[in-house]
């Protein structure tokens, strides 16, 4: 690999992104690095990212994160695994100091290595054997024992190099469209989605269910709950009733109500608890 590109193209993004809740809080106990991958891995993967943090002497801190609809390859001290896609917020608790290395694929981007739907995955997690056979090497050693987040991405990319499959174009549509939903503000519902790529709801439904994981409704829920956990945390907001309505719901109970479901507490208790 040649270093001066590799070097250039680990650049490191260290904002914390939307769907972290109580950004403000997480930012003072651990960091969060992002890195590209190469152009073929790129087809298939997001992008790489390494969490560090440094607690001793502190009490064990719980990270809660609204997930996006991403399949995430997770390598750490104990172990690798692969999971899918939560459906409510996800806990992390960390304590003493240490770090994680993980891979996040993009939306639809890992069903070419599973070859199944993804929705088996839901909520769940699977061993690394499962998917890349059973003689893999107990690779997460050798991984976090690297001296540089660089050197680490060099050794996940020689293995996924080794275990690429054939693209499915179906990644593409799957990635673009939950990138208008991500972007497009004014995708509020299921039928919005319909109308701007002109395919029948069912297939929509079924296309997410094996290559996302989630239902589309889902996937829009999600990330307007991300820009309502960011503006409460930047605002201190309280009207639940104009933002309700701007995130496209018919009435403010029914935003409460789904705040509550996934986040565990309702927007209210969020914006006291911060």
Do not use: C
């Amino acid at each position: 690999m040649d270093v001066k590109a590799d070097t250039q193209r680990l650049e490191t993004s260290r904002k914390l992104p939307k769907g972290i809740l109580h950004p403000q809080t997480s930012e003072q106990k651990f960091t969060l690095n992002r890195y590209q991958p190469s152009q073929d891995i790129g087809y298939f993967v997001q992008h790489y990212w390494t969490v560090r943090w440094d607690l001793r002497g502190q009490e064990p801190y719980a990270s809660k994160v609204i997930a996006y609809p991403n399949i995430n390859l997770v390598f750490e001290k104990d172990g690798s695994r692969i999971y899918g896609v939560n459906k409510t917020t996800s806990v992390h608790i960390l304590q003493g100091h240490g770090h994680v290395f993980g891979i996040k694929f993009r939306p639809g981007g890992f069903y070419p290595f599973l070859n199944s739907p993804v929705s088996m995955l839901t909520g769940g997690s699977i061993g690394l054997e499962e998917v890349f056979g059973p003689k893999i090497p107990p690779l997460h050693d050798e991984i976090l024992d690297q001296p540089t987040d660089g050197r680490m991405v060099q050794r996940v990319e020689a293995f996924l190099t080794e275990h690429l499959p054939e693209r499915d174009p179906n990644v593409e549509i799957v990635a673009s469209i939950v990138s208008a939903i991500r972007d497009q503000r004014d995708i509020l519902k299921v039928e919005d989605v319909v109308e701007r790529t002109g395919m029948n709801i069912r297939t929509l439904q079924r296309l997410f269910a094996r290559y996302v994981g989630v239902s589309p409704k889902s996937v829009i829920q999600r990330f307007r709950l991300h820009e309502a956990a960011e503006r409460i945390d930047r605002e201190g907001l309280r009207d639940w009733l104009d933002i309700s309505i701007e995130l496209g719901y018919y009435d403010h109970s029914h935003f409460i109500r789904d705040f509550r479901t996934v986040v565990g507490i309702s927007p209210e208790e969020y914006r006291q608890y911060g």
